[in-house]
């Protein structure tokens, strides 16, 4: 049901498979009238599929071993043999590489552009090697397709953002370490943050779009991580990973203000680009 069903259809209550939305399983016979009266209809056979291919998206990062790393830079240095050469294993080790594939992975992240991701790395580990730090890289380079892979019908990228106020707030939770940062809000902070993310990721998917949260770049990787754990379809880009020209629409604010208390809008020029 996208929202505006008219006339009610008996069937089996189940889950979607990709989104987690409510659905039905009804009879072959229902399929018309299912139609009329405004549900979206799909084959049997295309869940099935679909679920499949959630599955292997969600576990890409297990599946990627060092052995099918080492085939991929073959495939890599046949295009671009000087830059495989000069990252791997120069300025990177293997496992280094493979850590941040796998990360990429995570995230949902396409890396079949394997010449530019290294360029990206090859770049970035001049100021850095800590995983977070170079998965930020890569996603910069790659920014224009991961917003392809996300844009809606309508061309636009359909998003929830952050309130200004909510972000300061978000940045006194960060903890950083030598090799990683995280999100470690208070109890009360981490549940109505959690129950604003799903809010606004369910709006989003119920709209039919994909679940997608904008955040400034010093919170993208920690936020992600804390809501991939209770989201696993989430995604989380930075402000500076959009193209210039991309049409954003915010279908959805997330605050933690306190009721009562007004929460100052977001930044200006975070709404459309």
């Known amino acids: 049901d996208p929202g505006d069903v008219r006339d009610p259809v008996d069937g089996i209550p189940t889950v979607e498979p990709v989104f987690g939305l409510p659905a039905l399983w009804i009879r072959a016979a229902d399929k018309a009238r299912a139609e009329l009266a405004g549900y979206t209809v799909v084959e049997p056979a295309a869940v099935m599929i679909t ?16 052995e099918d790393m080492q085939i991929l830079l073959d495939v890599a240095a046949r295009r671009a043999p000087r830059v495989v050469d000069e990252v791997v294993p120069t300025v990177l080790s293997h496992a280094e ?81 030598e090799a990683d940062v995280s999100l470690a809000p208070d109890l009360a902070n981490a549940q109505t943050l959690l129950a604003q993310l799903q809010t606004g990721m369910e709006r989003l998917q119920q709209l039919g779009h994909h679940p997608l949260l904008i955040a400034p770049s010093d919170l993208r990787y ?52």
């Open 51 to 66: 679920h499949l291919s959630e599955v292997l998206q969600r576990d890409a990062d297990k599946l990627l071993s060092r």
């Open 97 to 177: 590489v493979l850590a941040v594939l796998r990360a990429l992975l995570r995230e949902r992240v396409s890396i079949r552009d394997l010449p530019g991701i290294l360029e990206a790395l090859g770049e970035g580990a001049r100021f850095g090697k800590t995983v977070p730090f170079l998965v930020d890289q890569v996603r910069l380079r790659l920014g224009p397709s991961i917003v392809q892979s996300l844009q809606g019908g309508d061309g636009r990228l359909h998003v929830a953002m952050m309130d200004a106020a909510s972000e300061d707030l978000l940045r006194t939770f960060v903890v950083r370490n």
């Open 222 to 273: 920690p936020l992600w991580r804390f809501a991939a754990r209770f989201l696993p379809l989430v995604h989380v880009m930075a402000q500076n990973e959009l193209p210039p020209r991309v049409e954003v629409a915010t279908d959805h604010t997330i605050s933690l203000a306190p009721r009562g208390r007004a929460a100052r809008p977001a930044r200006a020029g975070a709404a459309a680009r």
